[in-house]
Each structure stands twice: as C-alpha cells, then as structure tokens.
C-alpha cells in the first residue's frame, strides 16, 4: 500500500532497494561493532554514533518541533502524543537517519523512503519501536487502534537520554532478531525489490507476474491506517496524509458520503449479504454499513481487476481470507472472493479452512447483544489464472 502518494515525483534516493538479508546481518555486525567502538570512543569523551546522530540533527533544529521548514505552518506530527522536547528527540533520531543513510538533504522530511536501504530500514525499524513503545496514553483496548491526538497534560515526556537508550536497545533487540536467522533457506541468489502502491492501482506491466500472495483486509473495519499512526509520524506524515491514505485503504471505516465507487459488485453472496444489511433493523444498516460494504466489495473487485491485468496465464494465487459479522448476519468473505475472482477468469483449486478460536470482535462489549461466539474461519484459497 502507499505511503507515500503526496510524494509520487518526488527526488529518488540514490540508496539501491534491497533486501539482502545474507548479506545484511555482517554488514549490521560491523556497523553494531563500529556503534561499540563509537560507544567506548564516547566514554573517553568523543561522540558516539546514536549521540552523533542526535545532534546531528539539532544542529538545524534545537528546541524546534516542527517539520517542515518550508512549511513552518505545518507541525510535526509527533507533536499529537509527545511534548515539544521529546518529539525534537524524536524528529533529530530521524533526520540523522535519513541524511546519513538514505539522502543528504536536508529538507526530505517526508523524505524519499520509497527505495531507502536496508541499513536505513533496520535504523528506521529501530526507531520505529522507540517510538510506538513510548505510546501508552495513546492506545486503547481495542489493538488496532491508536489516538490521534492526546492531551497536552497526557503526552509523553521521555527525555534525550531516555530516547537514546532506548534507540540503542532497539538495535541491539533487532540485530539479535536478524542474527537468529531464517529458517527457511533463501536463495542466495535471490533479488527482491519493495515497491509501494494501492491493489486498486499497481505500477507492474501487464502479463507480467508468475505468483500471487495476498491477504486483504476482512471487511472488519479495522483502520489500518490509525494502527500505523506512531510510524506515519515518524515518516512525517499527520492527519493530511493520513486523509488521504484512509480514501485508497481497503476496507477502512471512514468511507466518502457522496459518491458510490465505481466498479461493481459481481458476487452472488455479496449481493445477498448487502441485502441483508439494507433490510436490517439496526440504526444505520441502511445509510452508514451498507455505504461501508458496498465500497468495500467495489474496491475488492477493483484489486482483483489489477490482479487479473498483472498475472501471467496459468499464473498462482494465494489469496488469504477471513468469514466476518455484520450484526448476527455472516460475510463469508472466501466465497465471495471465489465468486469475483472466478468471474475474472481464476479457477480455484483448493481451499484449507483454518478455525480461529477467538477475533478481534470479542473485544467489542457491543457484538455481544448479536451473538456470543467469536470464532471465525480463516481460509487459504489456491487459484490459477485460466
Ligand atoms: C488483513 S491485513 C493483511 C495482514 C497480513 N496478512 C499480515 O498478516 O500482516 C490487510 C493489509 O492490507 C493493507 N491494505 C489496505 N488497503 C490496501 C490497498 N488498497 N492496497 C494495498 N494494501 C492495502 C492494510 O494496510 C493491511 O496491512
């Protein structure tokens, strides 16, 4: 999905994508080692690297929060959970990161982080921790879900020391992680490459792909968006992008009033489940949930179109999915993706049915009033491109 729509034209980075983890883990022990040396250097009075990187980025920025210095009217997102001097931390953390690994100017904040580095995605990861773990006031019982905004009385107030520390064991944690090793081989030959973009919408040629992996969001309204919050922020984005980003996410609560999506809704059981939603006595079945499932089948249909328009003939999918409730009334969300995906041409093959003992909608005290079981089945459907 993309992060980063607001900055398609923007400068790319000279930094090669890659994701070499054979080669990544000697190159993070010789950077942890030169952290080591830099550590030791620092307690005989020079600088260490995580200070380096500090202060770094103080340099331009002392006590300042903001982000963007060509937009001073724009703050820094961090501001919404942290104070004035803990997001300076923060922000100083990143933009050393940024200039030293993945683009020297100073000004990319948002900065290109379409094709950064994996050693600036290991720093970013790390920092990425530092920030979401200092978040409690923020969260709320329901995982997926992180405030937009808190009090000022209620934001965290971590000091310079306290961040750095953290930051330091965040790559100690990660680099211990990535020292265990995978345990499936990989090719050591093997070149991968992340791209971003919308399933509506992807930059790959036409014919052009052998293997499908996919997950799509249930049709749960869980706001992915809001979960990754602490991360955006980091990244530079706020509540703007997070606008925008929530209008290309599939599934994702917050659905446009005006117009219905374009596209259709060519799944039977789809079509009966929306029926059902309309006819339900609930407040707001008919005008908010069913405008939600309706965008949400319009936009399933329109990933599959991009799937269809990408796969190779004869190409695999394996397309992961999950049945839902509305109410007392259920979505099974594999049948209607077989349904849509058979009518752009895949066949399915076969279908492994997982039971999953307890979903995300037991944590809503409300669901109980429509029924008392929160199993759901999660279901892996294999399908070839006719
Ligand atoms: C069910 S989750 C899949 C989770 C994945 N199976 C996993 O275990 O992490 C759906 C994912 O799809 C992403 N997503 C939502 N809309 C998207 C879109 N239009 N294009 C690409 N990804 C999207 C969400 O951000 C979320 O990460």
Not at 45 to 70: K, T
Not at 368 to 377: L, Q, V
Request: with cysteine.
């Amino acid at each position: 999905m993309s992060y980063s729509t607001a900055r398609c034209g923007a400068k790319k980075s000279k930094a090669r994508p890659s994701v070499e983890w054979n080669g990544l883990v000697p190159v993070l022990c010789g950077v942890l080692d030169s952290l080591r040396r830099g550590c030791s250097r620092h307690r005989r009075g020079r600088p260490n690297q995580s200070a380096c990187l500090g202060s770094m980025g103080r340099r331009r920025n002392n006590s300042c929060p903001r982000l963007d210095e060509e937009n001073p009217g724009r703050s820094d997102p961090l501001l919404a959970w942290f104070t004035p001097r803990s997001s300076a931390v923060l922000r100083s953390l990143q933009r050393s990161i940024h200039r030293l690994l993945v683009s020297p100017d100073e000004a990319a904040v948002p900065g290109p982080i379409d094709r950064i580095s994996s050693l600036a995605a290991f720093f970013y990861v790390a920092l990425f921790l530092v920030t979401r773990t200092r978040l409690r006031s923020a969260t709320t019982s329901n995982p997926t879900w992180i405030k937009g905004a808190i009090p000022i009385t209620k934001r965290a107030r971590p000091s310079k020391e306290t961040l750095y520390e953290a930051f330091r064991k965040a790559q100690g944690s990660l680099s211990t992680f990535l020292g265990m090793g995978s345990p499936v081989p990989l090719a050591p030959e093997a070149d991968a490459c992340v791209m971003h973009g919308s399933s509506t919408s992807l930059n790959l040629p036409s014919d052009s792909v052998d293997v499908i992996i996919t997950s799509p969001p249930y049709c749960t309204r869980i706001d992915y968006v809001a979960s990754v919050r602490p991360e955006l922020a980091i990244l530079g984005y706020g509540d703007r992008e997070a606008k925008l980003l929530r209008h290309l996410s599939l599934g994702n609560p917050t659905v446009p009033r005006e117009s219905r999506l374009p596209g259709k809704v060519d799944s039977k059981t789809a079509r009966t489940f929306l029926a059902d939603v309309l006819s339900h006595p609930s407040k707001a079945s008919e005008t908010y949930y069913l405008r939600y499932f309706d965008t949400y089948f319009r936009m399933l249909g329109n990933s599959l179109n991009e799937l269809r328009r990408v796969a190779k003939q004869g190409a695999a999918a394996f397309v992961v999915a999950q049945d839902s409730y509305y109410k007392e009334v259920r979505l099974d969300l594999p049948r209607v993706l077989t349904e849509m995906a058979r009518e752009r041409g895949w066949k399915l093959n076969r279908q492994f049915d997982f039971p999953v003992d307890r979903t995300m909608a037991a944590i809503n005290p409300l669901a109980r009033k429509h029924r008392d079981s929160f199993r759901a089945i999660e279901s892996v459907l294999l399908m070839t491109k006719a």
